[in-house]
């Protein structure tokens, strides 16, 4: 979410990978992608454009989870793909074009959850530097402002909530209006029954179904926190 903020005030388009694009059945597959990626970002950037390579949730596909997760060639091969970008990060070549050509940097982002799963020399200083975003209090009042933008909730009640819990996440406030929503929905359930649904969601004679938005209140908001706590 800071990244995408920070992108588009930069008023830069990154070239985005997903944690799932970093396994493959096919060995190699995810570490020749990183360098298509690369070089891809790299000729917008030679074109006079700023770019960036963002991979989401590095750690996810590219980490070890105990022994929950098998060491695989591509974990190996993405690992040291990043850590050869970062050591030679003007002359990434692709497989089958050997040629030495220096070629615009392009700065790669990662975000993630616990970068100690990565490979240690990738995430040696030097190498990569490291952010943990720990949010202060106005930082979490902000965010629940765009969280609940729609629901014309006033910043002082906002405050009350963030006061309220915490220690919270600022996925907690996320879930806690979604709760909301998801109620307003099981009322609908009940209201038409189970066998009906169907018949309601599909094909239905009186067009797609409608909400009302539930109104939202600073002691409904707490409510629901504290069943979520």
Known sequence: FQCMLTYKKLGIAPIVMSAGELE???AGEPAKLI???YREASDIIKKGKMCSLF???????????GDATQYTVNNQMVNATLMNIA????NVQLPGVYKNENIPRVPVIATGNDFSTLYAPLIRDGRMEKFYWNPTRED???VCM???AEDQINRTDIETIVDTFPGQSIDFFGALRARVYDDAVKEWILEVGVENIGKKLVNS????VKFEAPVMTVDLMLQYGKGLV
């Not at 050591?87 to 003007?90: E, R």
């Open 146 to 148: 765009g969280i609940f």
């Open 55 to 65: 991979v989401n949730d590095l750690d996810a596909g590219a980490g070890r989870m």
């Open 24 to 26: 493959s059945g096919n």
């Open 87 to 90: 050591d030679n990060p003007t």
């Open 140 to 142: 979490r009042v902000g």
């Open 35 to 37: 360098r298509q990626r």
């Open 205 to 208: 004679a009186d067009g797609p």
